[in-house]
């Protein structure tokens, strides 16, 4: 469903409230038509399809927003250079997820034959800072790394509109499950969006927020610190050696039921706090196991 944000601009409402593997997505109805992001359900599909889309913007390369690529066989694929390869090559993808350095292809492919992914061209590699001009609007591309190395949001500012791609300010917080995100550069990344002070935000899996917007943009911050504190919690307590901490589901929380995919992404999430907290000297490490310094 198209749903009116403002003037020839449309939430593009996926199905199941934009739960995996779908996502809501932004249309842009100018002398350009641009869409921004592709895996929104099928009715939405079609839609689209009557309507023509001549530049389809990936926000990122996570399936959830590449899924259907393919089908827009006459628009021009336009992602962020850095997550670009990881769209054109199924091989690349599993690399970027972190399942070839982890010994784990099996599962990895079995990811990717779950939801039929399979790679696309990308025609245009986009940088921060660079404007669309779809005729009458203009969106301009905000780099925000640490989701994935060439997450983009896209900026709006004469209609005050950010649309916020997967900093998408859910009560979850930010997703980090794989060795390509960096807490650092999401912590500024987060940071970049609040201080443009948009009036209305558009998320990807929250659709459109516009209610105390830097108090959203902080608590969804602080998340990754909560979770922070919590590995420290841990280890204070014993030390632990990663799957050890991985089982305590600190990134999925307790109560979650977790499949293997989410194991893998759990694992992963908790070693980049590792890292982090190495890096920062508030851990050391000896054998495998983690010791608070």
């Keep these: 469903m198209l749903l009116p944000v403002a003037k020839d601009i449309y939430l593009v409402e996926a199905p199941n409230k934009a739960r995996f593997p779908y996502c809501h997505g932004l249309y842009i109805d100018d002398e350009i038509n641009v869409l921004i992001d592709s895996s929104l359900g099928e009715e939405n599909l079609a839609s689209l399809k009557k309507k023509k889309v001549d530049i389809l913007v990936n926000s990122h390369f996570h399936e959830d927003h590449i899924l259907h690529n393919n089908y827009f066989t006459d628009a021009k694929i336009w992602a962020h250079a850095l997550d670009a390869p990881a769209i054109r090559s199924m091989d690349v993808f599993l690399d970027f997820y972190g ?70 300010l859910s009560r979850f917080g930010p997703w980090y499950g794989h060795p390509c995100s960096n807490l650092g550069d999401y912590a500024r990344s987060i940071k970049k969006c609040r201080d443009l002070q948009p009036g209305l935000v558009v998320s990807s899996h929250k659709g459109v927020i516009s209610d105390d917007l830097n108090r959203r943009f902080d608590e969804y911050l602080a998340v990754i610190y909560r979770k922070e504190d919590a590995v420290l919690a841990a280890l204070q307590k014993n030390p632990f050696n990663l799957e050890e901490l991985t089982s305590r589901q600190i990134f999925y929380g307790p109560a979650s039921k977790i499949d293997p995919f989410m194991l893998f992404f759990e694992k992963m999430a908790i070693k980049l706090h590792l890292e982090k907290l190495l890096a920062e000297n508030r851990v050391r490490e000896k054998e495998g196991l983690y010791y608070v310094s």
């Excluded at 790679?119 to 301009?140: F, K, P, T």
């Excluded at 925000?144 to 998408?168: A, K, N, R, V, Y």
């Design 99 to 168: 399942f070839t350095t982890y010994n784990a292809l099996g599962l990895g492919q079995g990811f990717i034959d779950s939801i039929d992914l399979k790679a696309s061209a990308v025609h245009h590699e986009l940088q921060d800072g660079e404007i669309i001009d779809c005729g009458q609007i203009r969106l301009q591309v905000i780099h925000t790394p640490g989701h994935s190395p060439g997450h983009c949001c896209f900026w709006l500012e004469e209609q005050g509109i950010l649309f916020s791609s997967d900093i998408d």
